[in-house]
C-alpha cells in the first residue's frame, strides 16, 4: 500500500495506508495517537516556552522577559538591606554604659517569654546604640516595646528563662547541694575515710595552715590585727570588767587589815601575810565575769571586728593558695573520689548532679518548647568564649522588664530611646 | 562553446563577458587519483549545461572549485589551471576563490532567519550594483510569505528560495548541484526553465550537476559527461542516446546495450509557464530598502545566539531550577543532619550560615550552574555548528561573500560570555533566595533579614557591594564559557559526512566542555586561595 505524507510540516508527519475502499486510516501503531496527542501538547507549548529558534513565536521574547523579571525579583528580595543605616532604626543611650561592647545581635521576648532575633545593633563612637529591625511591621514590635541592656553571659540565660525553669533550677540545684553536704558528712564520718584518708588530709591542712599562718604573720596582718584588738579590749574592760572588778574588791582593803593586823602591829615579827581575801576576791570577780558572759562576749566582738575579718581574709586567701598548690592534695582528692569503699556515699551526688546537668541545658541554652533554635544561648556562649564582656540588647514587654529587674537589678541597664519611631 | 542554433535567443543576450573559461584544469584527490586532467571547457553568457557522471565522479567536486568552496589546502587537493569569468581570473595553483554561486543539493538556507532575511543577507553582502529582487525572481517568490520561516517552507518554496538568494549575490556564473534530486518531471522541468530563463535574462552561464537528466535535455545547450577513468571531461550534444553511451562508457560498462531513456524529452507533458511576477510580490520582501550593514548582520547572530544559548524561557528555568536545588540541598541537609541535635544547631547556627553561604556564593552555585550552562550551551552549539557544516551554511555564506564564520562564531562566543555572567548573578541570587526559603521552612520562626545579614556575610560588604573575591566567581564562569564555547566549535567543525557524526561531535563537546569547566574552577579557586 502506498504510503502519503498528509501535511508537508514535518511537525506533524502520520503516516497513514490507504486500503482497498479508498478511506484513509492511520497506520496499526498503537502509540500513534498518544504520539499525535504529545505532538500536539507540545506545539502549544512551545507557543509560550519557545527554546530553539524553529519554534520561537511572537511571545518568545515578552515570556523570557517575564520569566527573567519575575526570577530576578525572587532572587533580588533575598538581597540585605542595611538594616542600622534603615528607615527603621531607632537610637537608644544606655546611662549605666561602661567598657563593656555591644553584640550586634538584638532579640526580642515574645509573650510566652522566647527570645527571638530580632535586628542588629551597632554602638557608635560616642555611645549611642543604633538599632534597626528586621521586621518593623511585625506585631511583636508593639508588645516588646522596652528595650534593655542585659549581659551576654550565663546570668542573661537565667535572667531570660521561663519562671517556671528557674523554679526548677533552684530545686535541682538545692537538691544537688544538700545531697553533697549529706555525702561530705557521711564521708568524713565512714570508717573508711578514717582508716585511709583522715591523716592524711590532716598531715596536709596542717602543713597548708603552718604555712599560711606564717605567711600571713609575715605579711603583717597578724600585728595588725593585734594593735586593732587594744581599744577593744581596752573598752571591755572599762565597760564590763572594771565594775565587777570594783564590786569584789571595794572591801578587799579591810578585811586585809582585820587579816593582817597583827603583823602589821608587830614590825619585829616575820608572818607572813594573809593574801586570803585577795584571792578570795579574786575568784569571786572571775566566777562574776564568766557568770556575766564577759569572755563570749569579748570574742565575739573581736571575732565581729572588720580587722578580724579582714584577718581571716587574708588567711583563708592564702590557706586555699597553699591547697591549692599542695602537691599531695590532687592525687588525695582524686583517690578519695575515686574510691569504690567511698563510692556509696556519692549514689546521691551523682543522681542529683546528674538532674542538673540534663535539665539545665535542656532549660537554659536548648529551645524554651520552640520548634527551631535558641540564638540567646548562642550568643552568651559565643561571647563567654570570646572573653569579651559583652552586653546585649533586648527588647520586652514592660512587665517582663519589671520582672528581670527584680531578679538582678545590677544586671539590668534600662535604655533610653533617642527617637521615637522605633516599636 | 558555440552557440545553439536551436536556441536563437541566446544571441540576444547583453553581449558582456559572462563566458566562463576554464583552461588546462586539472585536479588530483587527497588520495593521489586524478580527478581531472588538462581539462578546458567553456560555457557561454546565458547557455545551459549539464554536468554529468558516474556517482563519486566529482561533479560537485568541480562545482565546489568553481565556486571557490573547495578547501584545496586543508583537503590536501591539487588543483592546477585557469578559471575566468568577466573581469575575474585566477590561477588555481595559486589562488582562491571563484566565479560561481553555488544552489546547494540541500539548498542551505539558513534557519535561524525567515524566508526574508535568507534573501536579505545575500544582498546585503552581495557586491555593489546588484541589481536586487527583479519581477522574474520575485515571482518565483510569490506563493513565498517574507515572514515564513525555513522550517516552514515546502521543499519546491526551499529550493527557490536558494535559487533567488543565490542570484543575488550576483557570481558571474550560477552552479546548480542536483536541483532536481526529490521532484518530480513536472516540477523538476519547470525549475530548469526557471533556471534558463534566468540565466538567459541575466546573461549568465549555468552549470547544473545531476544525476537524472532526461526531462533536462531539451533545455539544455550543451551536456558534459564526466569520465573518471581518463578523467576527462566529455563533451555531447543534448542528446540521449549519445549520453547513455558516454555515461556506460565512463561508468566502465563498455559492451552493454545503451540503455534507452525512460521517457523521450518530447514527450514530456508541457511544464506551466514560469510564474508571473504577482504585483504585489516585491513591495511585500521589502528588499529594496536601505540594507543592513555587516554590524547589523553581527548584531543579529549576537541576538539569535543570546537567545538561543542564555535567554530563551527554557533555559532561564533551567539555571533557576539548579540553583534552586543547589540552595535547597545545602541548606535543608546542612540543618536537618546535624550529628549533634538541636542543642549544637543553636550554637552553630550562624557560623553555619555564614559558611553555607561563602561556599554557595563562591563554590557551589557557580560550579552548578557553570556545569549546566556549559553541557546545555556545549551541546546546543555542537549541534548548531555541526549542522551548519553537515547542511553546508557556511560554504553557503562563504559563497555568498557572507563572513559567516565570523558572524557565527563571535556571536556564539560574546553570547556564551555575556550570558554565563547575567546567569551566573541570576544563579546567585535564586540560590540565595531558595536558601532562604528553605531556611524558613526549617527554623519558621525567625526572621528572614536574620538569614540575609548572616548567607552574605562573606559576600557583600556592608554596603551592599559583592566583595572583591567575587571577581574571581565571575572569572570563573566566563573563562568557563568560552573555552568550552571555542572546544564545542573546533570539535563541531570537524568533517560532518553524517547527522551521526553531528551526534558524536555533540556529545564530545558536552564531555570536553565540562572537563574544561571543572579545570578552569578547580585551577583559579585553588590559585586564588593560594
Same mark, same amino acid.
Not at chain 2, 560537485?60 to 585557469?82: F, K, P, Q
Not at chain 2, 513591495?283 to 540594507?291: E, M, N, R, Y
Not at chain 2, 552549539?381 to 553557503?396: C, M, P, S, Y
Given at each position: 500500500?502506498?504510503?502519503?505524507?498528509?501535511?508537508?510540516?514535518?511537525?506533524?508527519?502520520?503516516?497513514?495506508?490507504?486500503?482497498?475502499?479508498?478511506?484513509?486510516?492511520?497506520?496499526? %501503531?498503537?502509540?500513534?495517537?498518544?504520539? %499525535?496527542?504529545?505532538?500536539?501538547?507540545?506545539?502549544?507549548?512551545? =507557543?509560550?516556552?519557545?527554546?530553539?529558534?524553529?519554534?520561537?513565536?511572537?511571545?518568545?521574547?515578552?515570556?523570557?522577559?517575564?520569566?527573567?523579571?519575575?526570577? #530576578?525579583?525572587?532572587?533580588?528580595?533575598?538581597?540585605?538591606?542595611?538594616?542600622?543605616?534603615?528607615?527603621?532604626?531607632?537610637?537608644?543611650?544606655?546611662?549605666?554604659?561602661?567598657?563593656?561592647?555591644?553584640?550586634?545581635? /538584638?532579640?526580642?521576648?515574645?509573650?510566652?517569654?522566647?527570645? /527571638?532575633?530580632?535586628?542588629?545593633?551597632?554602638?557608635?563612637?560616642?555611645? /549611642?546604640?543604633?538599632?534597626?529591625?528586621?521586621?518593623?511591621?511585625?506585631?511583636?514590635?508593639?508588645?516588646?516595646?522596652?528595650? /534593655?541592656?542585659?549581659?551576654?553571659?550565663?546570668?542573661?540565660?537565667?535572667?531570660?528563662?521561663?519562671?517556671?525553669?528557674?523554679?526548677?533550677?533552684?530545686?535541682?540545684?538545692?537538691a544537688l547541694?544538700l545531697a553533697v553536704?549529706s555525702a561530705?558528712?557521711d564521708?568524713?564520718?565512714?570508717?573508711?575515710?578514717?582508716?585511709?584518708?583522715?591523716?592524711?588530709?590532716?598531715?596536709?591542712?596542717?602543713?597548708?595552715?603552718?604555712?599560711?599562718?606564717?605567711?600571713?604573720?609575715?605579711?603583717?596582718?597578724?600585728?595588725?590585727?593585734?594593735? #586593732?584588738?587594744?581599744?577593744?579590749? =581596752?573598752?571591755?574592760?572599762?565597760?564590763?570588767?572594771?565594775?565587777?572588778?570594783?564590786?569584789?574588791?571595794?572591801?578587799?582593803?579591810?578585811?586585809?587589815?582585820?587579816?593582817?593586823?597583827?603583823?602589821?602591829?608587830?614590825?619585829?615579827?616575820?608572818?607572813?601575810?594573809?593574801?586570803?581575801?585577795?584571792?578570795?576576791?579574786?575568784?569571786?570577780?572571775?566566777?562574776?565575769?564568766? %557568770?556575766?558572759?564577759?569572755?563570749?562576749?569579748?570574742?565575739?566582738?573581736?571575732?565581729?571586728?572588720?580587722?578580724?575579718?579582714?584577718?581571716?581574709?587574708?588567711?583563708?586567701?592564702?590557706?586555699?593558695?597553699?591547697?591549692?598548690?599542695?602537691?599531695?592534695?590532687?592525687?588525695?582528692?582524686?583517690?578519695?573520689?575515686?574510691?569504690?569503699?567511698?563510692?556509696p556515699y556519692l549514689a546521691e551526688v551523682t543522681e542529683r548532679a546528674n538532674d542538673?546537668?540534663?535539665?539545665?541545658?535542656?532549660?537554659?541554652?536548648?529551645?524554651?518548647?520552640?520548634?527551631?533554635?535558641?540564638?540567646?544561648?548562642?550568643?552568651?556562649?559565643?561571647?563567654?568564649?570570646?572573653? =569579651?564582656?559583652?552586653?546585649?540588647?533586648?527588647?520586652?514587654?514592660?512587665?517582663?522588664?519589671?520582672?528581670?529587674?527584680?531578679?538582678?537589678?545590677?544586671?539590668?541597664?534600662?535604655?533610653?530611646?533617642?527617637?521615637?519611631?522605633?516599636? | 562553446?558555440?552557440?545553439?542554433?536551436?536556441?536563437?535567443?541566446?544571441?540576444?543576450?547583453?553581449?558582456?563577458?559572462? $563566458?566562463?573559461?576554464?583552461?588546462?584544469?586539472?585536479?588530483?584527490?587527497?588520495?593521489?587519483?586524478?580527478?581531472?586532467? @588538462?581539462?578546458?571547457?567553456?560555457?557561454?553568457?546565458?547557455?545551459?549545461?549539464?554536468?554529468?557522471?558516474?556517482?563519486?565522479?566529482?561533479?560537485?567536486?568541480?562545482?565546489?572549485?568553481?565556486?571557490?568552496?573547495?578547501?584545496?589546502? +586543508?583537503?590536501?587537493? @591539487?588543483? $592546477?589551471?585557469?578559471?575566468?569569468?568577466?573581469?575575474?581570473?585566477?590561477?588555481?595553483?595559486?589562488?582562491?576563490?571563484?566565479?560561481?554561486?553555488?544552489?546547494?543539493?540541500?539548498?542551505?538556507? !539558513?534557519?535561524?532567519?525567515?524566508?526574508?532575511?535568507?534573501?536579505?543577507?545575500?544582498?546585503?553582502?552581495?557586491?555593489?550594483?546588484? +541589481?536586487?529582487?527583479?519581477?522574474?525572481?520575485?515571482?518565483?517568490?510569490?506563493?513565498?510569505?517574507?515572514?515564513?520561516?525555513?522550517?516552514?517552507?515546502?521543499?519546491?518554496?526551499?529550493?527557490?528560495?536558494?535559487?533567488?538568494?543565490?542570484?543575488?549575490?550576483?557570481?558571474?556564473?550560477?552552479?546548480?548541484?542536483?536541483?532536481?534530486? *526529490?521532484?518530480?518531471?513536472?516540477?523538476?522541468?519547470?525549475?530548469?526553465?526557471?533556471?534558463?530563463?534566468?540565466?538567459?535574462?541575466?546573461?549568465?552561464?549555468? &552549470?547544473?550537476?545531476?544525476?537524472?537528466?532526461?526531462?533536462?535535455?531539451?533545455?539544455?545547450?550543451?551536456?558534459?559527461?564526466?569520465?573518471?577513468?581518463?578523467?576527462?571531461?566529455?563533451?555531447?550534444?543534448?542528446?540521449?542516446?549519445?549520453?547513455?553511451?558516454?555515461?556506460? @562508457?565512463?561508468?566502465?560498462?563498455?559492451?552493454?546495450?545503451?540503455?534507452?531513456?525512460?521517457?523521450?524529452?518530447?514527450?514530456?507533458?508541457?511544464?506551466?509557464?514560469?510564474?508571473?511576477?504577482?504585483?504585489?510580490?516585491?513591495?511585500?520582501?521589502?528588499?529594496?530598502?536601505?540594507?543592513?550593514?555587516?554590524?547589523?548582520?553581527?548584531?543579529?547572530?549576537?541576538?539569535?545566539?543570546?537567545?538561543?544559548?542564555?535567554?530563551?524561557?527554557?533555559?532561564?528555568?533551567?539555571?533557576?531550577?539548579?540553583?534552586?536545588?543547589?540552595?535547597?540541598?545545602?541548606?535543608? !541537609? *546542612?540543618?536537618?543532619?546535624?550529628?549533634?541535635?538541636?542543642?549544637?544547631?543553636?550554637?552553630?547556627?550562624?557560623?553555619?550560615?555564614? *559558611?553555607?553561604?561563602?561556599?554557595?556564593?563562591?563554590?557551589?552555585?557557580?560550579?552548578?550552574?557553570?556545569?549546566?550552562?556549559?553541557?546545555?550551551?556545549?551541546?546546543?552549539?555542537? +549541534?548548531?555548528?555541526?549542522?551548519?557544516?553537515?547542511?553546508?551554511?557556511?560554504?553557503?555564506?562563504?559563497?555568498?561573500?557572507?563572513?559567516?564564520?565570523?558572524?557565527?562564531?563571535?556571536?556564539?562566543?560574546?553570547?556564551?560570555?555575556? *550570558?554565563?555572567?547575567?546567569?551566573?548573578?541570576?544563579?546567585? &541570587?535564586?540560590?540565595?533566595?531558595?536558601?532562604?526559603? $528553605?531556611?524558613?521552612?526549617?527554623?519558621?520562626?525567625?526572621?528572614? +533579614? &536574620? !538569614?540575609? $545579614?548572616?548567607?552574605?556575610?562573606?559576600?557583600?560588604?556592608?554596603?551592599?557591594?559583592?566583595? !572583591?573575591?567575587?571577581?574571581?566567581?565571575?572569572?570563573?564562569?566566563?573563562?568557563?564559557?568560552?573555552?568550552?564555547?571555542?572546544?564545542?566549535?573546533?570539535?563541531?567543525?570537524?568533517?560532518?559526512?553524517?547527522?551521526?557524526?553531528?551526534?558524536?561531535?555533540?556529545?564530545?563537546?558536552?564531555?570536553?566542555?565540562?572537563?574544561?569547566?571543572?579545570?578552569?574552577?578547580?585551577?583559579?579557586?585553588?590559585?586564588?586561595?593560594?
Amino acid at each position: 500500500m502506498p504510503i502519503r505524507l498528509p501535511d508537508r510540516n514535518p511537525d506533524i508527519v502520520m503516516l497513514t495506508c490507504e486500503p482497498a475502499t479508498g478511506a484513509t486510516e492511520p497506520l496499526g %501503531d498503537p502509540l500513534s495517537d498518544t504520539m %499525535d496527542v504529545l505532538r500536539l501538547i507540545r506545539r502549544r507549548a512551545t =507557543r509560550w516556552w519557545p527554546a530553539g529558534r524553529s519554534e520561537r513565536s511572537t511571545h518568545a521574547w515578552p515570556t523570557s522577559a517575564a520569566v527573567l523579571a519575575l526570577l #530576578s525579583l525572587l532572587g533580588w528580595s533575598a538581597l540585605p538591606g542595611g538594616l542600622a543605616d534603615g528607615p527603621a532604626r531607632v537610637l537608644l543611650t544606655d546611662a549605666r554604659a561602661g567598657t563593656d561592647s555591644l553584640t550586634p545581635a /538584638v532579640f526580642a521576648l515574645r509573650e510566652d517569654g522566647t527570645a /527571638v532575633r530580632f535586628g542588629n545593633a551597632e554602638l557608635t563612637p560616642g555611645g /549611642v546604640i543604633r538599632v534597626g529591625f528586621y521586621d518593623p511591621l511585625d506585631g511583636l514590635t508593639g508588645v516588646a516595646t522596652e528595650p /534593655v541592656s542585659l549581659p551576654a553571659d550565663p546570668r542573661l540565660l537565667w535572667l531570660l528563662a521561663s519562671p517556671a525553669e528557674r523554679q526548677r533550677l533552684r530545686e535541682q540545684s538545692s537538691a544537688l547541694v544538700l545531697a553533697v553536704s549529706s555525702a561530705f558528712v557521711d564521708i568524713i564520718r565512714s570508717p573508711q575515710f578514717n582508716a585511709s584518708y583522715r591523716d592524711r588530709f590532716v598531715i596536709v591542712l596542717r602543713s597548708a595552715m603552718q604555712e599560711a599562718w606564717q605567711a600571713a604573720q609575715l605579711g603583717g596582718a597578724w600585728d595588725t590585727l593585734l594593735r #586593732s584588738y587594744d581599744p577593744i579590749l =581596752r573598752d571591755v574592760i572599762g565597760r564590763d570588767v572594771r565594775p565587777i572588778v570594783e564590786r569584789h574588791f571595794r572591801d578587799v582593803p579591810l578585811r586585809m587589815l582585820r587579816a593582817n593586823a597583827l603583823p602589821l602591829l608587830d614590825p619585829f615579827t616575820d608572818r607572813p601575810w594573809d593574801m586570803v581575801p585577795v584571792e578570795t576576791a579574786l575568784r569571786e570577780a572571775i566566777a562574776d565575769i564568766r %557568770d556575766h558572759a564577759v569572755p563570749e562576749r569579748t570574742v565575739m566582738e573581736l571575732m565581729d571586728s572588720p580587722a578580724t575579718v579582714e584577718f581571716l581574709r587574708v588567711f583563708q586567701t592564702v590557706l586555699i593558695g597553699k591547697l591549692a598548690h599542695s602537691p599531695a592534695l590532687p592525687g588525695l582528692v582524686a583517690e578519695l573520689t575515686f574510691d569504690p569503699k567511698l563510692r556509696p556515699y556519692l549514689a546521691e551526688v551523682t543522681e542529683r548532679a546528674n538532674d542538673l546537668a540534663r535539665s539545665a541545658p535542656h532549660l537554659l541554652v536548648s529551645l524554651h518548647g520552640s520548634t527551631d533554635i535558641n540564638l540567646v544561648a548562642a550568643t552568651v556562649i559565643r561571647t563567654v568564649f570570646s572573653g =569579651r564582656p559583652d552586653r546585649v540588647v533586648v527588647f520586652m514587654s514592660p512587665a517582663q522588664r519589671d520582672e528581670i529587674v527584680g531578679l538582678d537589678p545590677n544586671a539590668v541597664h534600662l535604655l533610653a530611646r533617642l527617637v521615637p519611631n522605633g516599636p | 562553446m558555440a552557440p545553439d542554433p536551436r536556441h536563437p535567443k541566446a544571441h540576444s543576450l547583453p553581449a558582456d563577458d559572462h $563566458t566562463l573559461v576554464v583552461e588546462q584544469l586539472s585536479i588530483v584527490r587527497p588520495d593521489g587519483r586524478p580527478l581531472l586532467d @588538462e581539462v578546458s571547457l567553456r560555457v557561454g553568457p546565458g547557455e545551459l549545461v549539464l554536468l554529468l557522471g558516474p556517482s563519486g565522479c566529482g561533479k560537485s567536486t568541480l562545482l565546489l572549485l568553481l565556486g571557490g568552496l573547495l578547501e584545496v589546502e +586543508a583537503d590536501n587537493w @591539487e588543483v $592546477t589551471g585557469r578559471l575566468a569569468c568577466g573581469d575575474r581570473e585566477i590561477d588555481l595553483a595559486t589562488g582562491h576563490g571563484g566565479v560561481g554561486g553555488v544552489v546547494f543539493q540541500n539548498y542551505a538556507l !539558513f534557519d535561524e532567519f525567515d524566508a526574508r532575511d535568507n534573501l536579505r543577507i545575500s544582498l546585503d553582502h552581495a557586491p555593489r550594483g546588484t +541589481a536586487g529582487l527583479s519581477d522574474q525572481l520575485a515571482g518565483m517568490l510569490a506563493d513565498i510569505d517574507p515572514d515564513q520561516s525555513i522550517s516552514a517552507c515546502s521543499g519546491g518554496q526551499r529550493q527557490r528560495l536558494a535559487i533567488v538568494r543565490t542570484v543575488l549575490a550576483n557570481q558571474p556564473v550560477l552552479l546548480f548541484d542536483e536541483p532536481n534530486s *526529490g521532484l518530480d518531471i513536472i516540477s523538476s522541468r519547470r525549475l530548469v526553465e526557471v533556471i534558463r530563463n534566468l540565466c538567459r535574462t541575466m546573461g549568465k552561464p549555468a &552549470l547544473i550537476a545531476v544525476h537524472h537528466y532526461e526531462e533536462l535535455l531539451p533545455l539544455a545547450d550543451h551536456v558534459l559527461v564526466m569520465d573518471p577513468r581518463v578523467a576527462r571531461l566529455v563533451t555531447l550534444p543534448p542528446q540521449a542516446e549519445a549520453i547513455e553511451r558516454a555515461l556506460q @562508457e565512463a561508468a566502465g560498462l563498455d559492451g552493454a546495450p545503451p540503455v534507452a531513456p525512460t521517457r523521450p524529452a518530447a514527450r514530456l507533458p508541457a511544464a506551466p509557464p514560469p510564474s508571473v511576477p504577482a504585483p504585489a510580490a516585491l513591495p511585500k520582501w521589502g528588499l529594496a530598502q536601505a540594507g543592513r550593514s555587516r554590524s547589523a548582520w553581527f548584531l543579529r547572530y549576537v541576538g539569535e545566539y543570546l537567545w538561543l544559548l542564555c535567554a530563551s524561557p527554557i533555559m532561564l528555568l533551567y539555571i533557576a531550577a539548579g540553583a534552586g536545588i543547589t540552595g535547597f540541598v545545602t541548606i535543608w !541537609f *546542612g540543618f536537618n543532619y546535624y550529628s549533634y541535635g538541636g542543642l549544637l544547631k543553636s550554637m552553630l547556627h550562624d557560623e553555619t550560615v555564614i *559558611g553555607l553561604g561563602a561556599v554557595q556564593c563562591r563554590v557551589a552555585l557557580p560550579l552548578i550552574c557553570t556545569l549546566l550552562f556549559v553541557a546545555r550551551n556545549s551541546a546546543v552549539i555542537a +549541534a548548531d555548528v555541526g549542522n551548519r557544516v553537515l547542511t553546508q551554511q557556511f560554504r553557503a555564506m562563504t559563497n555568498l561573500q557572507v563572513p559567516g564564520r565570523s558572524y557565527v562564531f563571535a556571536a556564539i562566543l560574546s553570547s556564551v560570555v555575556l *550570558g554565563a555572567l547575567a546567569l551566573h548573578a541570576l544563579a546567585l &541570587l535564586l540560590g540565595a533566595w531558595a536558601a532562604q526559603e $528553605t531556611w524558613h521552612l526549617v527554623f519558621p520562626t525567625q526572621y528572614r +533579614a &536574620l !538569614f540575609r $545579614t548572616l548567607y552574605f556575610r562573606n559576600v557583600l560588604t556592608p554596603d551592599g557591594w559583592p566583595v !572583591f573575591s567575587m571577581v574571581w566567581v565571575f572569572c570563573k564562569a566566563a573563562l568557563s564559557a568560552l573555552l568550552a564555547g571555542v572546544a564545542a566549535i573546533i570539535v563541531a567543525l570537524g568533517p560532518k559526512p553524517s547527522s551521526q557524526a553531528v551526534n558524536h561531535s555533540v556529545a564530545n563537546a558536552i564531555v570536553i566542555g565540562v572537563i574544561i569547566a571543572l579545570l578552569v574552577h578547580a585551577g583559579i579557586s585553588v590559585l586564588t586561595t593560594v
